[in-house]
């Protein structure tokens, strides 16, 4: 999204640069399409990068030696 905002923003300023370029819209919609698809791109590349984190582990669940709590598997008392 930022990409096509400072697309948009910035078109204006084609027509200094290129003022044939600035009049056509064929020239505005490919390098719309051109921002679109590098965002897209861009955003699957960061996504396959950084996986989201994983569920946090509660305390109860773990140990001090590391290998978990066995304290669900212990009877208490007679039953």
Known sequence: MAGLLEHLATWPLTLVAAPDMS??????????????????????????????????????????????SAAHLVASGPS
């Open 23 to 68: 009049r056509s819209p064929r020239a505005f919609a490919q390098a719309t399409w051109r921002h679109l698809l590098f965002g897209v791109v861009l955003g699957e590349v960061e996504r396959r990068l950084n996986p989201p984190p994983l569920e946090p582990v509660s305390d109860e669940a773990v140990a001090s030696n590391g290998h978990g």
